[in-house]
């Protein structure tokens, strides 16, 4: 499935249980000798009842990730479209929490996902430190690590992108987002992500690109990040929570023969 481009391998862990996630998303990632993903997302039942659904997703290099804005837009569409649910509210939880979906379903299809992403943060000593400045940009969490650069040139993601992953003041890594401001309302971004490389989008980054516009006032707090993949709309509510809406899409289905020892 992708949304906006954001392309990730999904299993259902009550069919079938992966046993080693991080290797098969290593290999399994692999757009030349495998299936071809940004990734490997694991679904499955919530083991606490504060929420319906639960996700785990493993980046191209096999590292675990905390949470994915477009993955989780892609299981709200996949619970609903294959009857796992049906409700158009699920609560699904995350390594960096519990998150709410909305889904727009029309005629028995989900059209659009809207997430409450909660809240972002500025200041995490265990994802940040200031002291070894990486330069100009805008540090916000979204559960996860995000450096937002404002530039006239977001071609240049690939380089910055190699050169702040593993820069200094980000001690778990970090996802690097350029972004250009079109207009009051809309900001193109390009965003390098942490274990995966340059994406074609990434919900998180898009949220994390709209709060950091908005706190330095360069936008509203209603805002479009215009991404490789597609577009997605971002509210960064007055209750102070980050809502992502964007769509969800399938791409095929398979069956891979796990090899036996």
């Known amino acids: 499935m992708h949304g906006a481009g954001n392309d990730y391998i999904y299993?259902?862990?009550?069919v079938c249980h992966i046993g080693n996630p991080s290797e098969a998303a290593v290999c399994w990632s692999d757009r030349h000798k495998g299936?071809?993903?940004d990734g490997l997302v694991l679904i499955d039942r919530s083991p606490v009842p504060e929420a319906d659904f639960s996700m785990r997703i493993f980046n191209a290099d096999g590292s675990e990730?905390?949470?994915c804005g477009n993955a989780s837009r892609c299981i709200g569409k996949y619970l609903y479209e294959r009857k796992l649910t049906d409700k158009t509210e699920i609560r699904l939880l995350t390594l960096s929490g519990v998150k709410t979906l909305w889904l727009n379903v029309v005629e028995g299809r989900v059209g659009s996902v809207a997430v409450d992403m909660l809240e972002p943060e500025f200041a995490d000593a265990s994802l940040f430190n200031p002291g070894a400045d990486p330069g100009v940009g805008v540090f916000v969490s979204m559960g996860n690590p995000h450096y937002v650069i404002f530039t006239d040139d977001v071609d240049r993601v690939d380089e910055m992108g190699r050169m702040l992953e593993n820069h200094a003041a980000f001690p778990q890594r970090c996802n690097i987002e350029l972004a250009q401001?079109?207009?009051d309302a809309t900001?193109?971004?390009r965003v390098w992500e942490r274990g995966s490389g340059i994406t074609m989008a990434c919900g998180t980054g898009a949220c994390a690109t709209a709060v950091a516009a908005a706190l330095t006032h360069r936008t509203g707090r209603k805002s479009t990040i215009v991404m490789d993949g597609g577009e997605l709309d971002i509210e960064w509510r007055a209750d102070n929570h980050v809502v992502m809406t964007g769509p969800a899409e399938f791409v095929f289905d398979g069956e891979i023969f796990l090899p036996t020892t």
Do not use: E, F, K, Y
């Open 187 to 189: 900001l193109r971004t």
């Open 35 to 37: 299936i071809g993903s």
């Open 65 to 67: 990730a905390m949470m």
């Open 181 to 183: 401001v079109l207009d």
């Open 11 to 14: 299993v259902d862990q009550s």
